[in-house]
């Protein structure tokens, strides 16, 4: 059950940020294998002013189409994390047309304590 919180340049019509999310989703069940239905995504849409994404000395150029993405969610093995990686860029490309060099990704790791989906309760732990 990953959580996606997307920080954007505002600007974007529902349609893109449609296209944009649906792609993000193909990747994340590609690479982790959760379920179709387990989607839990946010929009942060940001006046240009307010995101500042500069070069930390890989000499990544970034555009107005910068996706700065937070995954918070179980641990993943590294490989799941790689496959990811690749994955959203070849669908934000495709669907989007952002290229990779302005796609960012961090992970927030947590247990399944760390989880209520309602009622009171960690289904994690507990189940319903």
């Not at 059950?1 to 997307?6: I, W």
């Not at 995504?41 to 700065?68: C, F, M, N, W, Y």
């Not at 994955?87 to 302005?102: M, Q, R, T, Y």
Request: proline residues 2%; hydrophobic residues 40%; charged residues 30%.
């Amino acid at each position: 059950m990953p959580l996606l919180r997307f920080d954007l340049i505002a600007g974007r019509t529902d349609g893109e940020l449609k296209d944009l999310l649906d792609a993000a989703h193909r990747a994340i069940v590609e690479a982790f294998g959760v379920p179709e239905r387990d989607r839990y995504q946010i929009v942060h849409e940001h006046r240009a002013s307010r995101i500042v994404v500069e070069d930390s000395g890989l000499d990544i150029p970034h555009t107005d189409k910068i996706v700065l993405l937070q995954v918070t969610g179980r641990k993943r093995k590294k490989k799941q994390k790689e496959d990811f990686y690749g994955l959203l860029c070849e669908e934000l490309e495709k669907a989007c047309g952002i290229s990779s060099s302005d796609v960012v990704v961090s992970f927030v790791e947590n247990g399944d304590e760390d989880w209520s989906f309602g009622l009171g309760r960690a289904q994690f732990l507990t189940g319903l």
